[in-house]
Structure formats: structure tokens, C-alpha cells
């Protein structure tokens, strides 16, 4: 049996039993509050998820319980969809539309420009470097095949992915901080221009988004805000901000958080916490953890509990909060920069509930009692 959101809901105990019953994941209580029912419309707060993920059908009920959002967490992204110019696979990127569909939950549509998980025909052409007319004419076509096709299913995309980068060793930028990607570099800035003009027109209905790493860094948000005001006074829509906040536990500052969501805010712009993590290496490129001992998951716990309760204070301006993984046994920084220890999401490996679940637990409740 399979139900949405709305029947399950409004089903009587006696057939739900067996739907619960089979909802629980292996080695995980299906008692555990659903963290989207304790945000209810106060936010919508959601994963990502992957096309294997929702096939399974036990995991597939842990998702449709735990979230109220979805965004793919690779399956939409050029390399994934692309087979070359105008040809597509869309198997695993459909399964998860699909599923939010059938679930009745919004689904973030991620990515159409990025400097990384991009399509290597596009930049080159009759064994060259690709010219700029020509790589136009491919984005343009690109995002109207790839938004037409999910036209009505995405709620928001994310055109453009980390346009912007400062300090990093070794990443070349132009002098106001835009990264020298294949895109920046064959087309110039007005890449991104460009790219907002055709996702506009291929679905006016669905949100389009800026989403960048660091988005709380003073730099970058000066650079977001210029670039978003910049499309904004050539009446090219944007509506609004991703913040990825891949986060360590004592990194970024919370202050400069709130800063960002309230500086971006007064621009008009809507705004997205699109890939929330909290690595217990202290540093992205440490590996010093080699195990999730109690008091680090506390630390973690508290972290997000900082967070989560900063968000819903200014659930006014940031109207959904995604994880980038639904538990510890999978997600990018087991991975990255190289193999390590990393626990971090808010279940563990088996899926069961670590302290941050609790804590993001507690902070939607109890911002039931507290004004935005
Ligand atoms: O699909 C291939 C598979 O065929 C191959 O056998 C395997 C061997 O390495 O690699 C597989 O591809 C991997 C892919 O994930 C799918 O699992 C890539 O190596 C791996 O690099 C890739 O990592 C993804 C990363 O983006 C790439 O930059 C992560 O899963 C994904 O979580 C991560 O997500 C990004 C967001 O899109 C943007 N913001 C940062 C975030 C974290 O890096």
C-alpha cells in the first residue's frame, strides 16, 4: 500500500498499521516523531536524496516521513542528465520527481550551471575549445530541454551554482571574484545573466535561485547581492538565494549567518538553506575524527540546534532548510577531500536518530511558541 501525505493523514489506525509497519527502516523505530509533521507550515525542511534511495520502498517511507522537501543530490545535474547535445537521460532524476510528486512534496531542482558535474561535450567542439556563440546556443537549449522537462514538478532551480569564490589556493577568479570557470571564461559574467533568462523562460511558474558555499562570508554576500541587484535592474528574474552551509562545529560564525539571511533579505530576495551539514572534523579538509564519540555528537547537536533556532527565527525570510544526506552512511564528506571519517547528518549509519536530530526536533517545536 502506498499512500501520500494527505491520505496518510486522514487514514483511519486500522489501514495504517500495515503502511507503518512497512515504513520502518531496518534497525530504526518507526515510533520517532516526523521532523516535517514537528516543522508543520512553519518550514519546510527536507533532503537530498538519491534515485536508489527512493526505490527502496522502506527507505522511501523513512523520506516521505522525516521531510517535507526534496532536491536530488545529483541526479539532475548536467553529468547526470546529459548524454550529449539534445540528448537526455532522465531515469533517475524522473524516479525522484516522480516520488515528490506522488508524496505531494515540493522538489529544489539542482543544478543547471556549475563549474563542476558538467557536461564535457559542451565546452568543446570539432576537437577545440567551443566558441562562445555556440556555447550560448547549448545553455540555452540545455536549460529549456532540462526545466521543460520537469516543468511543474520543480519548485525551485538552482541556475547557477557557485559562480563566486574568494581565497581559495589555487581557484583563478576576475577581479570581482567571479570564478574562471568554462562559463565565466568563454562566455564572460553575463553567463549568468544568460542563464537566468532562459530558465525564466522555460518555466515562469518555478522559483529560480542563486546557490553558493561561504554564502555568509561578508565578500560573498556583497558579490551575491551585486550580482542579484545587477539582474534585477536589467528585469531579469531571480527570486532567490541558496545557502548550501556546509558547516564544521565551530565554523561559520551564527552571527554572520543571521547577517547574511537579513542583508539578502532586504533586497527582496527569498531564500533557501539548500545543503546543511555539520562535519565534526574541524576543519573541511581536516581527518583528525576517527570516531563519533559522545561528546563530539553533543557538540554537533548544539551546533544545529544554533542553527536550526536561528532559521526559524527568521522563518520570514528563509522559507526551507534541506540536509545534504538523510544519514551518516552516506554523504559527499565521507568522500571529500579524500576517504575519511564523517558522521555529519542528523541519523546515523543505520538511520537511527543522533542528539542533532533532537535538536532540530526541539528547535521546530519550539518554535511553535515563538514569533519569527
Ligand atoms: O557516478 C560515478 C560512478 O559511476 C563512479 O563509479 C564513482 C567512482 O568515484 O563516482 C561516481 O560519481 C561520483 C558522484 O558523486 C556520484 O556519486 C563522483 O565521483 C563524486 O565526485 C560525486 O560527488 C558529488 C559532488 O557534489 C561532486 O562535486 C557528491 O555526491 C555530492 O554530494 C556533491 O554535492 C555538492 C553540491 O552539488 C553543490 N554543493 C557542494 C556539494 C558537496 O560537494
Redesign the pocket.
Known amino acids: 500500500m502506498s499512500l501520500n501525505r494527505r491520505q496518510f493523514a486522514a487514514a483511519p489506525l486500522g489501514l495504517l498499521l500495515p503502511a507503518l509497519a512497512s515504513a520502518a527502516p531496518a534497525n530504526t523505530s518507526g515510533e520517532i516523531p516526523s521532523l516535517a509533521e514537528a516543522f508543520g507550515s512553519r518550514m519546510r525542511f527536507g533532503s ?1 536524496v538519491t534515485a536508489e534511495q527512493v526505490r527502496d520502498p522502506k527507505l522511501a517511507a523513512f523520506i516521505a516521513r522525516q521531510f517535507s522537501i526534496l532536491v536530488a ?2 541526479a539532475m ?1 548536467p553529468q547526470s542528465l546529459s548524454r550529449g547535445e539534445g540528448r537526455y537521460d532522465f531515469s533517475d532524476a524522473d524516479t525522484i520527481a516522480d516520488f515528490a510528486h506522488q508524496q505531494g512534496l515540493p522538489l529544489r531542482g ?2 543547471l550551471v ?1 563549474h ?2 558538467t557536461a564535457a561535450w559542451m565546452f568543446t567542439e570539432n576537437g577545440a575549445e567551443v566558441s562562445r556563440a555556440t556555447l550560448i546556443a547549448r545553455m540555452e537549449r540545455y536549460i529549456a530541454d532540462v526545466v521543460g522537462h520537469f516543468r511543474g514538478r520543480v519548485l525551485s532551480w538552482d541556475v547557477v ?2 559562480a563566486f569564490v574568494f581565497g581559495e589556493a589555487g581557484v583563478e577568479t576576475d577581479g570581482d571574484g567571479m570564478r574562471m570557470s568554462p562559463w565565466r571564461r568563454i562566455i564572460g559574467p553575463e553567463f549568468i545573466e544568460i542563464a537566468f533568462r532562459a530558465a525564466a523562460k522555460a518555466d515562469p511558474h518555478a522559483l529560480l535561485f542563486y ?1 553558493d ?1 561561504e554564502s555568509q562570508a561578508p565578500q560573498k554576500v556583497a558579490a551575491i547581492r551585486k550580482m542579484a541587484q545587477g539582474l534585477r535592474a536589467k528585469g531579469v528574474r531571480i527570486d532567490g538565494i541558496g545557502h ?1 552551509m ?1 558547516c564544521a562545529r565551530a565554523w561559520p560564525p551564527v552571527a554572520d549567518v543571521a547577517a547574511a539571511i537579513d542583508a539578502i533579505a532586504a533586497d527582496g530576495l527569498k531564500q533557501h538553506v539548500t ?1 546543511l551539514d555539520i562535519a565534526l572534523n574541524d576543519q573541511v579538509t581536516g581527518t583528525t575524527v576517527k570516531a563519533a564519540t559522545e561528546e563530539l555528537l553533543k557538540a554537533q547537536a548544539q551546533r544545529y540546534s544554533e542553527l536550526m533556532t536561528l532559521f526559524m527565527s527568521r522563518r520570514d525570510k528563509v522559507s526551507a532548510v534541506l540536509v ?2 538523510i544519514g551518516d552512511a552516506h ?2 564528506l565521507l ?2 577531500p579524500r576517504a575519511r571519517f564523517e558522521a555529519p547528518l542528523l541519523f546515523d549509519a543505520q538511520l537511527k536518530p543522533k542528539p542533532a536530530y533532537y535538536a532540530v526536533l526541539e528547535a521546530a517545536n519550539a518554535s511553535a511558541h515563538a514569533a519569527p
Open positions: 537530498a543530490e545529483n545535474k539542482h543544478t556549475w563542476n558535474q551554482n557557485e546557490n558555499y548550501q556546509h545543503e545534504w544526506g554523504s559527499w568522500n571529500w
